[in-house]
């Protein structure tokens, strides 16, 4: 059947009661199919259907107010979702809290797998991605709340070593994006920051035989150069063309983010947080010329900033999971997208790049670590977090070193004289006995002699086999008095250096507004 252009309104007719809607985008409104949510939900609220909705989605979005995936949470309209990061919708980690959808989590570079394996038919997704973290049966099993009871994954065991199993999807409704649309049919995606997994959730559909629903910004005479396809016509149902779309929510059509020489431009803000700064300072010296370096998001990420500052960032290569390489890394909502990217794949082959050991560094945040080095980013306080592309990263990097306060909520501190002074500590604890969810197993990475060291402004920690073990201090801490005295567990102590002087240096002072 040729392409149909429709009106969004036409094209959620397309959405039915207890459909299965894969969606593919990126926080901050990248290659958000924005019209067509609004669409569905519209239709929602006006005659309450579609509704018993499932919703796959790999990775986060939102605006963390009312846009994005917010527009599927509604009590009713959905009651299930997958989904690889969640913060980016508090109405749905609601929906989840309150057990009103089974909520389930799992690493994003499984979904968009997922999305790819059951596109063609085959039997799930098999890996060692996310064995010994919550996604492994013998923990959660990817389970988020009670009311999530079906298993997702299974263990299997082949040639002596463990693998997940990670069951197919059924797919009945793709709702993607891209930029233009040819006279075939064909999608492209020429002013999009990423294709992220858009190509792989059409492909689930069409593989289930359901449907593809596409938004773009502009339709064209002629046809399309076949090295600018993201989707052939051949994948594609409707199309909805929808001449108000923007690039993300904070750009209209930037090409910065799409050229691959970026423009000249005033230098990024520095770090003017003590805290930050230690740590980001502390993270930067791990990377050396010529890594292929990945960061994360928040303070993990002010790293880039470092090695800006240090005149390093183009020694290194860096990679983020939405499928872009160098260029100047977005920190704030934009985070994953790049300035002026050398490369760009989609997520689905940069999650299989990164699996395959590319990365020599990765540079992530940490809300808990326990004793035997293991990590939670993914839930904590009640809360259906959701890692991201952490656990794809994570369990595949030469090299993570975590990054973050050692001590949360009110810890001040300032650097005098080339010292870390500590003005007020902080209440809550992150270094705990156990994490409440295991999103990087420590154990088991030093099993396989992959090397994790945890950062923060007055210590540095190290996976050991014996677990986290205290090698470094600020110059002005007091071993017992600053660090196990806040500890409910003892590390491995041995010999203790002092964190580089360098990392102490003075910060900017923020002016007043």
Known sequence: MPVQFVTADEAARHVRDGHTVALAANGGGQ??????????????????????????????????????????AHEGMTTRVIGGHWTWSPAMMGLAAENKIEAYVLPAGVITHLFRESGARRPGYLTRTGLHTFADPRHQGGRANASAREELVEVLELDGREYLRYKPLHVDVALVRGTEVDELGNIGADAE????????????????????????????????????????????????VEPTQTQTYLTEEDPELFSPVPADRVAAEPITDPIRAVVARRAALEVAAGDVLNLGFGMSADVAKVLREQGRLGTVQLAVEQGLYDGEPELGDLFGM??????????????????????????????????????????????????GGFVDISQNARTAVFCGAFRAKGLRVHLEDGRLVIDSEGEVAKFVPEVEQVTYAGPFAADEGRRALYVT?????????????????????????????????????????????????????????
């Open 31 to 72: 290659l958000e199919p924005n019209a067509l949510i609004a669409a569905v939900e519209r239709r929602f609220l006006a005659e309450g259907t579609p509704h018993g909705l499932r919703l796959v989605h790999a990775l986060g979005v939102g605006d963390r107010g009312t846009r994005g995936i917010n527009g599927f």
């Open 193 to 240: 920051p990423a294709i992220l997994d858009a190509l792989e959730a059409a492909q689930a559909a069409r593989g289930c035989g359901g449907t593809v629903i596409v938004q773009v910004k502009r339709r064209i005479a002629g046809r399309l150069d076949p090295r600018r396809v993201l989707l052939p016509a051949a994948l594609v149902d409707y199309v909805v």
């Open 338 to 387: 790049s300035r002026g990217p050398s490369a760009r794949v989609s997520s689905a082959t940069q999650f299989d790049i990164f699996a395959g050991g590319i990365i020599d560094v990765t540079c992530l945040g940490m809300a808990q670590v326990d004793a035997r080095g293991n990590v939670n980013v993914s839930a904590f306080g009640g809360k259906v977090m959701g890692p």
């Open 457 to 513: 402004e007055r210590c540095v920690f190290e996976l050991t086999p014996g677990g986290l073990a205290l090698t470094e201090v600020a110059p002005g801490i007091d071993v017992e008095r600053d660090i196990l005295a806040h500890l409910d567990f003892r590390p491995v102590i041995g010999e203790i250096r002092p964190m580089p002087a360098e990392v102490f240096a003075p910060v900017a002072v923020a002016l007043p507004a």
